[in-house]
């Protein structure tokens, strides 16, 4: 392999701090394994980069970050920050700067580790920069507001081009999977704003031939998704209906500890995050589970290697994968959370066991 991989390390808050080295030790085993170049960036983010740099995202962390293929994000705490104006929520400012449009959340089953069934496997691809949510669809201003006291507006934004960005990387996943495309709405209601985004998933659908396409309306599918999920593969879907679905998702595997994620931008830069928040009533007492955070850095890497065509990455991938299976396995290993004896150091050890 000739290609480095520049790759960025930033622990966020908490239990980031426990979970993202685990996620890198483990990259790192596996990229040994299939003779991997990569350079790692360890950057400042956060509470303890304010502590030290006067800033929860210093300048130089994001021009950094724009030299890089992809980074690591744990988890941001960024309600229990001091108000000041350096002690920002790093979140709204990354999708921005990169246009994170893609929102990638995966849902499987384990044995034995209290899912609710042991027959789910789909992807929800979330647009993650329009709809409802104001933190994120506006360049200036705020999409919600309260013109008097007995009236609140809330704007959603839906374009042509989000819509098909998002929906062009579920094709590209479905691809790789089992060629089986959900396309999720409510255009039966919101006429304009889901006719739109269903309009640029039927165009794509040309381009993908070998990908079966239907659609669901969200409703139904927040429904089917507890009834039949494992009749989903790849789903795709605007911002908000994924916020919910994916959580949803994530309460049939065991809750948002087994709850990766994957947030794709321009120039096929991507962020590996998991979708938990920093859980500060447990940090430092070992005992967070580092599942989504080791997931979400394999998915980081698939990607990667899929995309800039390196086979040796998506074999890495593949290996951090199944030893995180192999690991779920033991009782022992696992934590508390999922039906398990073990802490974060001791799911981390046997993941690496089941790579080295």
């Not at 992807?123 to 506006?138: L, T």
């Not at 959900?182 to 990908?211: R, S």
Request: aromatic share 6%.
């Amino acid at each position: 392999m000739s290609q480095k991989l520049r790759v960025g390390i930033l622990e966020g808050d908490d239990i980031g701090h426990e979970i993202v080295p685990v996620a890198v030790e483990v990259a790192k085993a596996a990229a040994k394994l299939y003779k991997v170049d990569i350079e790692w960036i360890p950057l400042p983010i956060g509470r303890r980069s304010l502590d030290t740099h006067g800033h929860t995202l210093p300048p130089n962390t994001l021009e950094t970050l724009h030299t890089l293929d992809g980074w690591i994000l744990g988890p941001i705490g960024h309600r229990a920050y001091p108000k000041g104006a350096n002690a920002i929520n790093p979140h709204p400012i990354l999708r921005k700067q990169f246009n994170l449009f893609a929102n990638v959340r995966p849902t499987r089953s384990y044995p034995d580790i209290g899912c609710l069934r042991d027959d789910i496997d789909l992807i929800i691809v979330r647009e993650n920069n329009e709809g409802f949510q104001p933190d994120r669809n506006m360049l200036v201003g705020n999409s919600e507001f309260r013109p008097n006291d007995e009236v609140t507006l809330s704007m959603r934004v839906i374009t042509r081009t989000g819509s098909r960005n998002v929906a062009r990387a579920a094709y590209e996943l479905a691809r790789q999977r089992r060629k089986h495309l959900t396309y999720v709405h409510k255009d039966t209601v919101f006429k304009l704003g889901c006719g739109m985004f269903v309009e640029e998933c039927k165009k794509l659908a040309i381009e993908y031939p070998d990908v079966r396409v239907d659609d669901v309306i969200v409703d139904t599918f927040a429904m089917r998704l507890v009834r039949d999920p494992q009749n989903f593969d790849v789903v795709v879907t605007t911002n908000m209906f994924g916020d919910i679905l994916s959580d949803e998702a994530a309460g049939l595997v065991g809750g948002l500890g087994m709850a990766p994620g994957l947030c794709i931008g321009d120039g096929g830069v991507v962020m590996a995050q998991a979708t938990h928040g920093s859980a500060p009533d447990i940090a430092g007492k070992g005992i967070a589970n580092p599942y989504s955070m080791i997931e979400s850095t394999r998915m980081l890497f698939d990607w990667l290697g899929h995309s800039r065509k390196i086979p040796e990455v998506v074999a890495m991938a593949k290996a951090m994968s199944d030893a995180t299976t192999k690991a779920l396995a033991d009782a022992n290993a696992r934590t508390g959370d999922i039906n398990g004896k073990g802490n974060t150091a001791t799911m981390s050890e046997a993941v690496l066991r089941a790579i080295q």
